[in-house]
C-alpha cells in the first residue's frame, strides 16, 4: 500500500468583517459646530417625513462646505477679512448659496419635528405602561397555575416527613411524637411534651419552609431575595448537594437511559452546558426539582434526629429523668401548612438546618466546614441564577 495522503493543513478562519467607514460627509458633519449639526438633523427629519422636502439634508451639507471653501479661499487672499454681517461680500455669498426654504417654512419643520417627539415619547411610555401590565398580568396567571402544585407537593412533604420520622428505631422518641399528635393533637402533645416536641415543630417548620421557597422559585413564582436567609440556604444546599455527590456518588454517578449510559453533573455546571451545548448535556443527568425535594425531606428529618439527640444527651448528662412517652397511636405526619412560613412562632428567629444528609445524594459535611456550613456570596446575578435553574422575570 502507498503512503497515506498527507492532511491537509486547516483553512484560516475567515476574516471578520471590516467595520464599516464613515462616508466623507459624515466626517465633515461631525466637524461642524452645535448649531449647524442641529439644522442638518433637522433637514434629514425633514427629509424623512415631509415629501417635498427631498435632498434638504444634502443641499446644507453642499452649503456649509461651499462657505468653508469661500473662506479658506479669500482669507488667503486677505488675511484681514472678518467674515461677519459687515463684510458685505461674504453675507451676499452666505444668502445666495444657502438653500431656499418658503418663509415661515423652517420654522414649521420645527414645530412639526417637536410634535412627533413628543408623540413618540407618550406613544413609548403607553407601550412600557402595557408591557409592564400584561408582565404582571403574566406572574398573576403563573402564581395561579403554580400554586396548587406547590401546595399539594407540600402535602407530600408533610406526609414523607411524618413516614420518615416514624421509621426511626424503637428507642427514638420521634415514632412517639408522631403518634401523639395524630391522636391527642398538637396542643395536647406539647402539654405532654413541652422539651423535645416543640424542637421537632420548629425544624420541621424551617425545612417545610425551605422546601416551599425552592418550589417557589423553581416554578418562577417568586425572584430570588439576596436578603433571605432560606433562599441562600437553598442555594447553598443546592450546590452542596451536588459537588458532594459528584466527589463521593461512586457508581451511582452513572444512569443508564434508553438514550444511553448518562453521568452526573452539579446542578450549576449541567445548567450552564445545556445553554451552551445542549449535545453534550444530552450526556448527562442532574438532580431534578423534585430530587432536590426530596433531598430537603431527608435533611430536615436528620436535623430533627440530631436536634432531639443533642438535647436527649444534654439532659442524660445533667442527670434529667425523661417523662414516659404519651400513648402510641397510628403513624401520620407531622402538620403542616401550605404557606412557605415557620410551623412555630419562634422558628423564624433561627435559620433553617444545614445540609446533614441526603436520600439520594449522601450528603455529609465536607472536612474543615462544620456542620455542613458552605461558605457564599449573598447577592447572585441573573446568570448564576438561571444556572442553577431558577427562571428570572
Do not use: C
Amino acid at each position: 500500500m502507498g503512503a497515506a495522503p498527507p492532511t491537509p493543513a486547516a483553512l484560516p478562519p475567515p476574516p471578520a468583517p471590516a467595520a464599516p467607514q464613515p462616508s466623507p460627509d459624515e466626517v465633515y458633519v461631525e466637524s461642524l459646530g452645535p448649531e449647524e449639526k442641529e439644522t442638518i438633523a433637522l433637514a434629514k427629519w425633514a427629509e424623512e417625513n415631509v415629501p417635498d422636502q427631498k435632498g434638504l439634508a444634502g443641499k446644507f451639507v453642499s452649503f456649509y462646505k461651499a462657505v468653508d471653501e469661500y473662506v479658506n479661499a479669500e482669507r488667503a487672499k486677505d488675511p484681514k477679512r472678518t467674515f461677519d454681517e459687515s463684510d458685505e461680500a461674504f453675507t451676499t455669498f452666505v444668502e445666495g448659496a444657502r438653500p431656499q426654504i418658503e418663509p415661515g417654512k423652517w420654522e414649521e419643520l420645527k414645530r412639526g419635528r417637536l410634535i412627533a417627539q413628543v408623540e413618540s415619547a407618550a406613544t413609548k411610555k403607553v407601550e412600557e405602561k402595557f408591557a409592564a401590565q400584561i408582565e404582571e398580568t403574566r406572574k398573576r396567571q403563573n402564581v395561579l397555575e403554580k400554586k396548587p402544585l406547590i401546595e399539594d407537593r407540600i402535602r407530600a412533604f408533610q406526609a414523607n416527613i411524618g413516614g420518615l420520622m416514624n421509621a426511626e428505631p424503637a428507642d427514638s422518641i420521634l415514632p412517639t411524637i408522631v403518634k401523639s399528635i395524630e391522636a391527642n393533637g398538637l396542643e395536647k402533645t406539647i402539654e405532654a411534651d413541652p422539651i423535645f416536641t416543640p424542637i421537632v415543630v420548629q425544624a420541621y417548620g424551617q425545612g417545610e419552609r425551605a422546601a416551599a421557597e425552592f418550589l417557589a422559585m423553581a416554578h418562577g413564582v417568586k425572584d430570588y431575595d439576596a436578603n433571605d436567609k432560606v433562599h441562600d440556604w437553598v442555594i447553598k444546599f443546592i450546590r452542596r448537594a451536588g459537588e458532594t455527590f459528584a466527589a463521593k456518588g461512586g457508581d451511582k454517578l452513572v444512569r443508564q437511559t434508553e438514550d444511553g449510559a448518562k453521568t452526573f453533573l452539579p446542578r450549576g455546571q449541567y445548567n450552564q452546558l445545556l445553554v451552551s451545548n445542549p449535545q453534550q448535556a444530552g450526556r448527562h443527568w442532574t438532580f431534578s426539582d423534585e430530587d432536590v425535594v426530596r433531598m430537603i425531606e431527608r435533611n430536615t428529618k436528620d436535623h430533627i434526629a440530631a436536634l432531639v439527640k443533642a438535647e436527649s444527651d444534654r439532659l442524660i448528662k445533667a442527670g434529667y429523668v425523661k417523662p414516659p412517652p404519651a400513648a402510641p397511636a397510628p403513624a401520620a405526619p407531622v402538620p403542616g401548612n401550605a404557606n412557605p412560613s415557620p410551623t412555630a412562632p419562634s422558628a423564624s428567629a433561627a435559620p433553617p438546618p444545614e445540609p446533614v444528609g441526603s436520600p439520594r445524594a449522601g450528603v455529609t459535611p465536607a472536612p474543615g466546614q462544620g456542620n455542613g456550613a458552605v461558605n457564599q456570596q449573598q447577592v447572585m446575578s441573573d446568570a448564576e441564577l438561571q444556572v442553577l435553574g431558577f427562571p428570572r422575570k
